[in-house]
């Protein structure tokens, strides 16, 4: 079992700033990629930014400049978000590409936070 325990959401004024964690445990025998996906009201889930094991990253259109993915050896992931504005309102969620100690490739959801910006 693996599982994911997210954090670090809330309640931000516009222009403000947020930093998510996502902390991985279970049975690791080692993680791939790790991303963060956000899902507004009424709306596809879709990906925020992602981070290789190498450290390679990319981020939606909409984020760029404003949010930083991170992840350290710890099997924990960080999103810092800045310049905050209303349309990043959504339920994030952190996904985890992780090798079991089974040797099986699966990804792993986490249980989402809430992110709501006021105007």
């Known amino acids: 079992q693996v599982q994911l325990v997210e954090s670090g959401g809330g309640l931000v004024q516009a222009g403000g700033s947020l930093r998510l964690s996502c902390a991985a445990s279970?049975?690791?025998?080692?993680?791939?990629?790790m991303g963060w996906y956000r899902q507004a009201p009424g709306k596809q889930r879709e990906l925020v930014a992602r981070?290789?094991?190498?450290?390679?990253t990319n981020y939606a259109d909409s984020v760029k400049g404003r949010f930083t993915i991170s992840r350290d050896n710890a099997k924990n992931m960080y999103l810092q978000m800045s310049g905050l504005k209303p349309e990043d309102t959504a339920v994030y969620y952190c996904?985890?590409?992780?090798?079991?100690?089974?040797?099986?490739?699966?990804?792993?959801w986490g249980q989402g936070t809430q992110v709501t910006v006021s105007s």
């Open positions: 996904n985890v590409q992780v090798l079991t100690t089974s040797r099986t490739m699966y990804p792993y």
């Open positions: 981070i290789t094991s190498g450290g390679n």
């Open positions: 279970g049975s690791i025998f080692s993680i791939d990629a």
